[in-house]
């Protein structure tokens, strides 16, 4: 999958916080971390990722 600059995968944003991606799925499924899909994959933008990271 190819993201903007300004976007993570679910794994970059996985890798980004040091979490597993399992966790990182139950976060955006919780609607702690906000996303989008694009077809069957999920972004997330790297301002909402600072912002819960920030909050944590």
Do not use: C, W
């Not at 989008?36 to 972004?43: F, L, S, T, Y």
């Amino acid at each position: 999958m190819t993201t903007s600059p300004d976007t993570f995968s679910t794994r970059q944003a996985a890798r980004f916080l040091n979490v597993t991606h399992p966790y990182l799925i139950s976060l955006l499924d919780q609607g702690l971390i906000p996303s989008q899909r694009v077809g069957d994959e999920r972004v997330i933008l790297v301002h909402d990722l600072e912002e819960y990271k920030n909050r944590s």
